[in-house]
């Protein structure tokens, strides 16, 4: 589909950058992305609005920040994608068969995932660390304003400055999410879904995340923000004063012909007891097997993922995991039968699961490990905190 630059609204939104700002001062470059799913225009719009603040006032900032416009094509139509998801086509495999493509025969994501890609290539190239990795979403469903993150000590760190509940891990259970990549490229990288698609509070608390985000970066100093305190009192009144740990337990998958219904009515953070009838799935039904969670109910029709369940994560095993990750004991592992370093570089352990079958999954996120199932008996378990770029950050009051 080409895009018409004629019409002058149409061409305003069809270029790549939504802003950028680079400050005469030497400072960190935080990097935001709006609209990567197409039917989630809030964060595109909350973008416009503090840009153009940013250029109608006289504040002097630190670094430079960026916001980038998604997908494209998807954002004109409305849709999330048009041809494949963009935010699940970052894996390092997948990059590597979409640059291999002859250009011809590029799909339409797959030319927006190479424009954004060099974007970053070039950011980082030429603008000074620490770097920072904002994606703004919005759910289908109603929901609190949240966080999601890799569980890298470093986003641990930085997220929780915000007045807002954070969901871990849930990377393991997507295939190429555009944050996971950043991530093992070690950079802090956090996803924010601000609420329902359309609702305009989304946009309002996307703008409020956004301010924070200049503050807690250091791009503006805290004095400078004279609302500062307003945004903060909004995202903290949006998530109910919830600003507790989540893990993902179970994703719902969809294969793209299911046919999928949600019950209706269903929140995303709704506490649901064993027996609810959550959804039928090609005419079976789905119940809560016991007392959990919902998260991210789906309410549209494109979307792989019917719903997660998650579960709280209690302060001591936030407190434990992080003792033991910085110890880095995970090193003696391979000293037990089934579990081998899979990379020369140490970052990945190759667990056989007949042999290892005694660890469970929590006890490697425990240790700061992702999994990823290479076969039925073998797991690739990929470490977060080694490929977390801590020293670019270490001197951050976050830090
Ligand atoms: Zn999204």
């Not at 699961?353 to 996120?365: C, D, G, I, Y």
Request: charged fraction near 25%; proline fraction near 4%; aromatic fraction near 12%.
């Amino acid at each position: 589909m080409p895009r018409s630059l004629e019409d002058p609204i149409k061409a305003s939104q069809t270029t790549r950058f939504i802003g950028s700002f680079e400050g005469n001062k030497k400072g960190p470059t935080v990097i935001f992305f709006g609209g990567i799913h197409g039917n989630e225009p809030a964060g595109v719009q909350a973008l416009e609005h503090v840009f153009s603040s940013l250029h109608k006032s006289e504040l002097e900032i630190n670094g430079a920040v960026f916001g980038i416009r998604g997908n494209i094509p998807a954002l004109l139509q409305k849709k999330r994608f048009i041809e494949d998801d963009l935010n699940r086509i970052w894996s390092s495999e997948q990059i590597k068969q979409i640059e291999k493509k002859d250009r011809s025969n590029l799909r339409l994501e797959e030319i927006e995932l190479l424009e954004i890609k060099d974007i970053i290539t070039q950011i980082l190239r030429t603008q000074s660390p620490p770097f920072y990795f904002i994606d703004f979403h919005t759910t289908s469903s109603k929901t609190l304003p949240f966080i999601t993150i890799n569980d890298a000590l470093i986003n641990r760190r930085f997220s929780q400055q915000f007045p807002v509940p954070i969901i871990l891990g849930i990377e393991e259970y997507l295939e190429g999410p555009l944050l996971s990549r950043m991530n093992q490229l070690g950079y802090v990288s956090l996803g924010f879904e601000s609420g329902q698609h359309d609702d305009p509070i989304a946009v309002e608390n996307s703008i409020a995340f956004l301010w924070l985000t200049l503050v807690y970066t250091k791009v503006l100093d805290k004095e400078e923000v004279i609302d500062f305190d307003a945004y903060y009192h909004q995202l903290y009144t949006a998530s109910e004063g919830n600003t507790n740990f989540y893990e993902v337990v179970h994703r719902q998958e969809l294969k793209r012909n299911d046919a999928f219904s949600m019950l209706k009515g269903l929140e995303s953070f709704q506490k649901v007891s064993e027996g609810t009838l959550l959804a039928i799935q090609n005419e079976e039904k789905i119940y809560a097997e016991k007392d959990t969670i919902l998260f991210m109910p789906l309410y549209q029709r494109q979307g792989a993922e019917g719903f997660f369940l998650i579960r709280h994560t209690p302060n001591w095993a936030l407190k434990t995991s992080a003792i033991i990750r910085k110890s880095k004991l995970d090193s003696l592992l391979t000293y037990l039968p089934g579990i081998s370093w899979s990379d020369h570089e140490k970052q990945s352990l190759l667990v056989n699961l007949n042999v290892a079958r005694f660890f469970t999954k929590s006890f490697f996120h425990l240790l700061g490990y992702r999994n990823r199932k290479v076969d039925e008996t073998h797991i690739l378990m990929h470490n977060r905190e080694r490929t977390a770029k801590n020293k670019m950050y270490r001197k951050e009051a976050w830090y």
